[in-house]
């Protein structure tokens, strides 16, 4: 039995999908009864309606022990999904609680009824300049896994990048489209790195085959925000953006609703915390540099990121 947390999420219900057409036997953590029918609808939409019957669905609060430990019941792996983004420093208190204690929970109720655990962390962890406080939530909750890991847990870490995906277009990590589509004119320096969801669950389960406990970033492909941008304008027939605009002015802007209209931003929330991001340039070990994801086919990453962006002109459409 695998049971996967965050499983109404963007990069849970991939691996759902992805383990339930091997056939694995999987139970699914669950507290909104939309978002579980959400999921059912995204398996659908990959012609596997049948395989999401095949689903234990149980609810659980995962910052309750209790709850926890008897979720585990049979359960010899545990992938780890469940988590907040946000850049808003008004969410400082949920992403503590959603990226440390409920962390913290699972790792004490594994430590008690053991499994396997992979805990998907992000490369946002790895900030160490101007780090979010997203980023540094997610390093606290490595810290949890890291602190099992020495109390006997057997535990992988994976550091996703910005992680792309179809279909799940409220995602945080999709907003992307949404600016692409809404700037007009406006380029941004930061550089960081990206993955397919797909190639997340792919990478991650090839990496839980090794018997040594591993912590690796999973980046399949580095892309200014400027190209990524005119990859999406690009594919759906839309101008190139080429007016930069320094990290300053856009903060100021930001603080302009009248001029953030203007320049395409209307009703699309920015924050210091996202603006930073557009502007850090990052760069991370790519899936390639490890030996141990030899053997994972190599994804066009352009041919993908065009595909996702006439899907999305889809998604706006209807």
Not at 260 to 274: H, W
Not at 300 to 315: C, G
């Amino acid at each position: 039995m695998i049971l996967v947390t965050g499983a109404t999420g963007m990069l849970g219900a991939h691996f759902l999908l992805h383990l339930a057409q091997q056939k694995q036997q999987l139970r699914a953590v669950y507290r909104d009864e939309y978002k579980r029918e959400t999921i059912g609808a995204f398996f659908d939409y990959n012609q596997c309606q049948d395989l999401f019957d095949s689903v234990e669905w149980v609810k659980v609060s995962l910052d309750n022990l209790a709850e926890v430990e008897e979720a585990l019941d049979g359960v010899k792996q545990v992938i780890h999904c469940a988590a907040m983004i946000s850049f808003n420093p008004k969410d400082e208190k949920r992403l503590f609680e959603a990226n440390v204690t409920i962390t913290k929970v699972l790792v004490n109720a594994l430590l008690a009824k053991p499994a396997k655990l992979l805990y998907i962390s992000s490369v946002a962890a790895l900030e160490s300049d101007e780090r979010s406080y997203y980023g540094h939530s997610k390093y606290l909750g490595e810290l949890e896994v890291f602190r099992g890991i020495q109390e006997g847990l057997d535990a992988w870490v994976v550091r996703p990048g910005v992680i792309l995906s179809d279909f799940f277009w409220k995602s945080p990590s999709l907003a992307l489209f949404k600016l692409a589509f809404r700037i007009k004119d406006l380029c941004f320096s930061g550089v960081t790195g990206f993955i397919a969801a797909e190639d997340v669950v792919s990478s991650s389960l090839k990496l839980m085959e090794q018997q040594k406990q591993l912590d690796v970033t999973l980046v399949s492909h580095h892309l200014s925000y400027c190209t990524l941008i005119n990859l999406i304008r690009g594919a759906v027939g839309k101008s190139t953006a080429h007016r930069a605009l320094s990290k300053k002015k856009l903060l100021t802007v930001m603080r302009l609703s009248k001029i953030m209209t203007f320049l395409g931003f209307k009703r699309l929330v920015l924050s210091e915390g996202l603006i930073n991001t557009l502007y850090s340039e990052n760069h991370y070990q790519t899936l390639d540099e490890y030996s141990v994801f030899e053997g994972l086919k190599a994804r066009d990453f352009e041919a993908y990121l065009k595909n996702l962006a006439l899907n999305y002109k889809n998604y706006k459409r209807n």
